[in-house]
């Protein structure tokens, strides 16, 4: 069966540099075989650019199934490199404008990775629609997760009117400018300035009036803000715990604290969330997701005595 689509006609000795070309660009429709004509060879691409005509084209055998990925916003992010692969996953949604491939684990302070474009816009910056809210994320500058969703809907769902927030790892916003659909006021803090300056984009975006961000070490936030907050969201898994005293001396009597951490066993935090939080607290725990075989993402549901 033949198909009619848009074509790129080159000689065929320019075919590779073409072929290559087009596939970086995310423009290659790799659905369709090449077209051979005489001494040329005819690319079909995914939309009409400059020196396109239609061709009729034959569809390639067995190229239906998509190689393995998770969609952020605009962004495809695979688990190979696999440019061919980048091209299929690109032509398959109009939605997509670029496939990312991870070359770095998740790492440092800031929990960013470093990625490579595989196909597509060059650039890992996009808009993520969540709930109604669109935040716009940097993959590269700010770690954005959109597996966290769920929670964030969970927590918001817990918020009483008026309650005085704080997250203190806000990143890009998600948690704050979720929550502030409920709260009298959110402060947002983080140490990594790209996270904080698409967080205050992100305000404005979605029209936050009451999030206030911060940039700003969560060790110091007692300082800056000598308040009692009635929530508090804790969502740095690795290291979390270090933070806990400091959670525990911001937060009002009565008041939550939503603690996330990795952890390998049941009940891994509770001995240290009770001996910090005294004899009043009570605490619960949950799986959010699995991590890696033996450890997940929990979340620890604090109620300060
Ligand atoms: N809550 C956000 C979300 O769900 O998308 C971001 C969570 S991310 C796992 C943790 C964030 O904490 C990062 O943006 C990082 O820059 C920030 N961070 C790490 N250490 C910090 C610290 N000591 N004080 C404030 N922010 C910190």
Same mark, same amino acid.
């Given at each position: ?13 320019? #075919?590779? #540099? ?7 660009? #995310?423009? !290659?429709?790799? +659905? ?45 992010? +695979? ?11 690109? $032509?398959?949604?109009?939605? !997509? ?59 918001? #769902? ?9 997250? +203190?790892? $806000?990143?890009?916003? /998600? ?13 947002? $803090? ?35 803000? /000598? ?6 969201? +804790?969502?740095? /898994? !690795? ?53 890696? /075989? ?12």
């Amino acid at each position: 069966m033949t198909v009619g689509q848009w074509g790129i006609r080159v000689p065929a000795k320019d #075919g590779e #540099g073409t072929r290559q070309a087009l596939l970086r660009e #995310g423009a !290659l429709d790799v +659905m369709l075989k090449v077209l051979h004509e005489g001494n040329d060879l005819v690319f079909a691409v995914t939309a009409k650019r400059d020196g396109a005509a239609r061709y009729e084209f034959e569809e390639q055998p067995g190229r239906k199934e998509l190689p393995r990925h998770e969609l952020v916003g605009g962004i495809a992010i +695979m688990q190979e490199n696999d440019p061919n692969g980048a091209a299929l996953i690109l $032509a398959s949604r109009p939605s !997509l404008h670029t496939v990312l491939f991870p070359t770095s684990e998740v790492s440092g302070e800031y929990r960013t990775r470093d990625y490579i474009v595989l196909a597509g816009k060059e650039t890992t910056r996009t808009e993520v629609v969540e709930h109604g809210h669109r935040f716009v994320v940097d993959l590269a500058g700010a770690y954005f997760s959109a597996r966290l969703s769920t929670e964030r809907q969970r927590i918001l #769902g817990q918020v009483k009117d008026g309650e005085t927030v704080l997250d +203190m790892f $806000a990143g890009v916003g /998600p948690f704050a400018i979720s929550l502030a659909a409920r709260a009298g006021v959110v402060v947002a $803090a983080d140490l990594n300035f790209q996270a904080v300056r698409l967080m205050m984009e992100n305000i404005r975006k979605n029209r936050a009036t009451n999030v206030i961000p911060v940039l700003a070490d969560a060790r110091h936030l007692e300082k800056i803000f /000598p308040w009692k907050f009635d929530r508090i969201v +804790m969502n740095l /898994p !690795l290291s979390g715990t270090e933070f806990l005293t400091e959670a525990f001396r911001l937060v009002r009597p009565g008041g939550t604290i939503h603690f996330y951490s990795l952890v390998s066993k049941e009940g891994e935090h509770l001995d240290r969330i009770r001996e910090l939080g005294g004899a009043g607290v009570t605490v619960t725990e949950r799986e959010v997701r699995s991590y890696s /075989p033996g450890q997940w993402h929990a979340v620890y549901d604090i109620i300060a005595g």
